[in-house]
């Protein structure tokens, strides 16, 4: 039987006519079934297809997992090389203070910033895929790194009671050994997360970290870096305190050990702090003109280093100092993998935070340049650079915002960039570092400090979240408040199940 069907086609003017037979239902699901048959291969065919090799699938597999092999033998000299040489050379100048710097966050020895400057970046050049963004020390995981490195090797594990004296003696020696194992221990682990969630497609995962969530969490976090930071402005040595209250315990000390300030100390960091905010904020006024911004943090590097030499600040004044940088880089050591069970939930939310921070940066700029980053491939890439990194003593790295402007704003163009970045601090260990041995630790703090002016803007939030979406401004405020409150690892996780549950609440009304 056949059934015809005729309706005007009034665009044209004209009718047409639709044929097609009745089927019943035995009909029907015997036709339904042969076409399902037909249309699907069958499994064998499936498994078979996936597990062949062929030259082309080889070559796309092998240019996927290490995308450097893809983008460098069409790297165009002409258009890019200048501008990579630049950017280059001004982002490795940043790495050598904010190195540095960090390193004070994450309770190891300066030197080991400049490590953790160089060896991940290289990795990072041969398996990441965002072609602006500069990895290296980042401030939220450095004291990320910190807070589990002063929670296992405490001063107090290391102290002893001089008898002449009756003064509590700190071995220092022994103390910062402990400390590098731990930090090495959980960088590398936190990249074998990395590493494995990347494997598993599980790149995903960051959208589940809303964007309010990271924002209060990364400004929670700098409220943690500046309280860590002030023993160095004001020259005093709380206790350190860990678990929930830290913070506040912290503060509480801090305000009862002021009337012991260290003046000398503290004028240092007055003065760091107003040199570094003015030139910052003249640098940002004549970017237009400038081709790169003032190397300010650099400038205040040297020329603290020289002045505390010549004056002897540290011997007449009491001033902080780095100390001894040691020429030369470290032979490869694997973790102590006995602490790996005391840093498996720390090193986890290391490695969340670090691919949330670095993946949304890098997606910005890939929709400005109009490019693909792989979410995948950067949980890789990211997890290797901290692999690799933990084996050679490193801390766990991260994207830094204003490394990657000045990367991006200097003419950078690809991970060359980085690369040459990643030479100039391979210079300074191996021949310029013993130059910042009288280096103030007050004027690294500075330096933390003042680089986290775009993180407290992030306050704003509140306003204008209050005035587009209410639910996610109070996901913003939990965030934070969890975060002061509970610590880095225990807030993350308390935000998170709180983020979840305005999900829920969402998607039942």
């Known amino acids: 039987m056949v059934m015809e069907e005729r309706t ?33 291969p069958a499994l064998a065919q499936r498994l078979r297809g996936k597990l062949s090799c062929s030259a082309a699938k080889l070559k796309h597999c092998l240019f996927t997992c290490i995308p450097v092999l893809s983008w460098l033998p069409r790297y165009s000299f002409r258009e890019c090389a200048l501008g990579d040489f630049f950017s280059g050379i001004s982002v490795g100048i940043m790495h050598l203070p904010q190195g540095m710097a960090y390193a004070l966050l994450a309770s190891v020895p300066p030197v080991f910033g400049l490590y953790s400057s160089f060896y991940p970046i290289l990795v990072y050049f041969i398996f990441g895929t965002s072609r602006h ?18 929670r296992l090797a405490p001063d107090s594990d290391f102290s002893s009671l001089d008898n002449v004296t009756n003064e509590t003696l700190i071995d220092v020696l022994q103390r910062d050994a402990a400390r590098i194992k731990v930090a090495a221990a959980v960088t590398f682990l936190s990249g074998l997360f990395q590493v494995a969630l990347g494997l598993v497609q599980f790149g995903f995962v960051v959208t589940y970290l809303s964007e309010p969530l990271v924002r209060g969490y990364t400004t929670a976090a700098a409220i943690h870096v500046i309280v860590s930071q002030l023993k160095y402005v004001f020259g005093i040595n ?32 007055i003065v760091s702090l107003v040199v570094l905010l003015v030139v910052k904020k003249i640098s940002t006024a004549l970017s237009h003109k400038l081709p790169i911004p003032i190397p300010i943090e650099l400038i205040l590097v040297i020329v603290s280093t020289v002045i505390t030499a010549q004056v002897q600040l540290d011997n007449k004044y009491g001033v902080q100092v780095v100390g001894e940088i040691p020429q030369g880089l470290q032979a490869p050591v694997f973790p102590d993998s006995s602490l790996f069970v005391s840093v498996v939930g720390d090193a986890f939310a290391i490695a969340v935070v670090g691919y949330a921070i670095a993946i949304s940066l890098g997606k910005i700029f890939a929709l400005k340049y109009g490019y693909q980053v792989d979410s995948n491939q950067e949980l890789v890439a990211l997890g290797l650079s901290n692999s690799v990194g933990g084996v050679f003593q490193c801390f766990a790295i991260s994207c830094s915002m204003s490394r990657t402007l000045v990367q991006e704003s200097s003419g950078g163009h690809t991970q060359v960039a980085g690369a040459l970045s990643a030479l100039v601090i391979l210079v300074i260990i ?17 330096i933390v400090i003042i680089n986290l002016q775009g993180m407290m803007r992030q306050f704003t939030d509140i306003r204008t979240l209050w005035r587009s979406n209410k639910v996610d401004m109070l996901v913003w405020v939990v965030t934070l408040v969890f975060t002061l409150l509970l610590n880095l690892d225990l807030g993350l996780a308390a935000s998170i199940a709180f983020a979840m549950l305005t999900v829920i609440f969402r998607t039942q009304l």
């Open 133 to 150: 963004i500069s990895v290296g020390t980042f401030a939220v995981m450095s004291v990320m790194i910190g807070s589990v490195v002063e």
């Open 430 to 446: 191996l021949q310029l570092g013993k130059l910042f041995q009288q280096l103030p630790k007050a004027v690294l703090s500075a």
């Open 238 to 269: 709380p206790n350190r305190y860990s678990g929930p209250l830290s913070m506040v315990y912290t503060v509480i000390e801090v305000c009862a050990l002021l009337p012991e300030t260290n003046v000398g100390t503290l004028v240092v960091s």
């Open 8 to 40: 005007p086609a009034r665009q044209r003017g004209l009718d047409y006519s639709v044929e097609r037979a009745v089927l019943d239902e035995e009909s029907l699901e015997e036709v339904a079934q042969r076409r399902t048959c037909e249309g699907k």
